[in-house]
């Protein structure tokens, strides 16, 4: 990857947390931690894979700042729209809302329903003969739910190479740890023998990103990439814990965690 174009990404997702930070404090709202396991990878997907016909699904709804934020960057939505967060008779709830924002064309948040909808949508993409593909963003633990191994299958059955799987993989879930809650490993080899392409990437890498893109354009069948992360990632008190799932942006937090994702983000500009 060049230079320069790590650059620009890192400009992007720096600029991304910073306005959802401030859209947490200002609601007072948690899932910060969701939010920040997830940025690099709509970062990525959006500004450096996808075309603009293309589809999104944030099937991890909860982490809907996120990619109401990455709207803002994309200038879909404006600061104003920003500043309705979480508020009365707003359209940027906790959740995504279905058919009132552009790049959002489904309800999701009640978790393990994403990847149905992308398998939905690459099945009509690829009777249409149409190039347009579908890239649906999940968490890992809602690979807890029956209906995202069934869409596994659907994808892997009609061939949707059209439909790209990011698995979140920060190894949390709302009650504990993944494998607490309910064994996922080996999750590669469970995926292979669905019928995927398994790639693992690095989820707060883009150069690593950018590989597995490479790898996935040269598969003969469906992608699903795991990309290890960690949960709330650059909050030095919280990251890696369970509580950046919950707690709301307060305000002695907000200082401290926009500080220490801008120091994330300065190591990873000398690095370059």
Known sequence: MEKSVQQDLLNKAFSIKK???GMYKAA????????LSVAEIITFVRFNWMKDNDEIILSK???AAAIYSM??????LSEDDIKTFYKNN???AAHPPVNKIKRV???TGSLGHGLSIAAGLGLAQKLKKSDKKVFCITSDGEINEGSTWEAALFIAHHNLKNVVWLMDRNRLQGFGLTEDVM?????DKKLEAFGFNVIIAEGHNFASLEEAKNKAAKSDIP???????TKGRSWKLYEGKLDSHYLPMKDDHYDVILADVEIDYNNQISKL
């Open 19 to 21: 306005r959802f930070l």
């Open 28 to 35: 007072n709202a948690g899932h910060v931690g969701c939010s």
């Open 61 to 63: 709804g909860h982490a």
């Open 71 to 76: 709207l803002a960057e994309e200038g879909i």
């Open 90 to 92: 707003t359209y940027l």
């Open 105 to 107: 064309p489904f309800a």
């Open 183 to 187: 064994k996922l490993e080996p999750l």
């Open 223 to 229: 992608t699903a990439i795991i990309c290890n992360t």
